[in-house]
């Protein structure tokens, strides 16, 4: 069946520190890929997303590209912020929609 | 954007009681639900789908009578967790999906912390 696998930290990082989160999956045919933060006390928000081979998604500095080849979405931003602090999901979305998660990475930037 | 909220944040109950859980798409018609269980430390655990007018549709080893899915309309998705032990104690959170061509994206309630005592 499908699944996710993502280094499970938790990660330590000084402020404007490059993050990168790996994240690959095993899945029959080309899924959606997501990667969803968790902040401290808040329910899950979607970062990114990218629903084909060779997608980059992006948002508030964070890119993931799916990479076909190596079965990948891993998550990169140049220069962490302290708000950036939170757990991050990575997903990929099954046949009926529902999502498969990964175990989540937990992230604390450090002034 | 699209917001879904869910009622109560945390309710902690006597063992044996039941608890309702409710799941709401404020401001969108969600045609699909579904509902998740969060252990601590680890990720989110699919229980069940739920399709607005017919039945759930429970993963593997989900208890479909103790974990009771009501998607009465477009709007709104209630869980009731019956018989509460306090092996049910964790976090459950749902999330829909909504109709309007954004089919890949779901919505995430908040979340509620359930405590069996």
């Known amino acids: 069946g499908n699944s996710v696998t993502q280094m499970e930290g938790p990660v330590t990082l000084s402020e404007e520190a490059f993050l990168t989160i790996n994240c690959t999956y095993t899945a029959t045919g080309y899924p959606s890929l997501f990667w969803y933060v968790q902040y401290p006390g808040e329910g899950l928000q979607l970062l990114l997303k990218a629903t084909k081979a060779d997608d980059k998604g992006s948002n508030k500095g964070f890119e993931a590209t799916y990479r076909k080849e190596t079965t990948s979405f891993h998550l990169e931003k140049g220069s962490v912020q302290v708000s950036d602090s939170a757990v991050y999901f990575c997903a990929l979305m099954n046949s009926g929609y529902a999502l498969n998660f990964g175990k989540g990475t937990s992230l604390l930037v450090t002034p | 954007g699209a917001v879904v909220s869910q009622h109560p944040s945390r309710v902690i109950c006597k063992s044996g009681t039941s608890v309702k859980i409710e799941c709401r798409s404020l401001?969108?018609?969600?045609?699909?639900m579904f509902w998740y269980r969060q252990f601590p430390k680890k990720s989110l655990m699919l229980m069940a789908t739920?399709?607005?007018?017919?039945?759930?549709?429970?993963e593997q080893g989900v208890e479909k009578d103790k974990f009771l899915i009501n998607h009465a309309s477009l709007t709104l998705s209630t869980l009731t967790v019956t018989s509460a032990h306090p092996e049910d104690s964790s976090f459950y959170i749902c999330?829909?999906?909504?109709?309007?061509?954004?089919?890949?994206?779901?919505?995430f309630g908040p979340g509620t912390r359930l405590t069996v005592l």
């Open positions: 999330s829909a999906r909504g109709g309007r061509g954004t089919t890949d994206t779901q919505y």
């Open positions: 739920s399709n607005e007018g017919s039945k759930a549709t429970y």
């Open positions: 401001d969108f018609q969600a045609t699909t």
